[in-house]
């Protein structure tokens, strides 16, 4: 299956970006890698009909995955340096979710909580749950993947619940790692870019 090509270097570079900018181009990211692993369940035959399964799906891949970035950059960012960039890239995917569900699904009723509000709840719930499973330097371990693929299979029909734990953990789940790792490698990068050739050096002029 193809792979979704992730843009993720910024076009000015050789200084080092705030961790808002850094936390925003992550956001973007993150989003993409989230709505590539629903695209893939559905190629693979999974329903997940276009509605509240189809949100709650994507709440519960990017809480994993946003909690999977955060293991990623421990090492790479100070404590102050990494609260930032953590909470300004929960805060701008609550912010494209909130978006999206606005548009798809209307508005909340009076007294309920705001999409956003909903998704910050839903993080900070489970940040304590996958606080307890292991990183490693390949990535989440068995019990942290298998969690979400328990959490997935609560919301499939009975018909997917017999495959979707597998399915999640031997495909999406290293799909999408590999795909965070690249992103999240690009955003933090401080390189220069490669300079393309123009396109009279290209043409052979």
Do not use: C
């Amino acid at each position: 299956m193809a792979k979704l090509r992730i843009k993720s270097q910024w076009f000015q570079t050789g200084t080092a970006k705030t961790p808002q900018q850094n936390a925003s181009a992550m956001a973007f990211i993150t989003w993409r890698v989230a709505q590539n692993t629903l695209k893939q369940m559905r190629s693979a035959s999974f329903d997940i009909e276009v509605g509240p399964q189809y949100f709650a799906f994507t709440h519960e891949v990017l809480v994993f995955l946003t909690l999977v970035v955060e293991r990623m950059v421990n090492e790479q960012m100070d404590p102050s340096q990494r609260a930032e960039f953590m909470t300004a890239l929960v805060q701008r995917v609550a912010l494209v979710l909130q978006d999206n569900e606005d548009t798809l699904l209307g508005l909340p009723a009076p007294g309920q909580m705001s999409y956003y509000d909903q998704f910050i709840d839903l993080y900070n719930q489970l940040a304590d749950h996958y606080a307890d499973f292991g990183f490693e330097a390949t990535g989440p371990d068995f019990a942290f993947v298998r969690y979400l693929g328990h959490r997935i299979e609560a919301l499939m029909p009975r018909k997917d619940q017999r495959w979707v734990v597998d399915q999640i953990m031997a495909s999406e789940v290293p799909d999408a790692i590999e795909m965070i790792q690249r992103g999240l490698q690009g955003v933090l990068s401080t390189e220069p870019r490669p300079k393309r050739a123009s396109r009279m050096a290209t043409a052979g002029v």
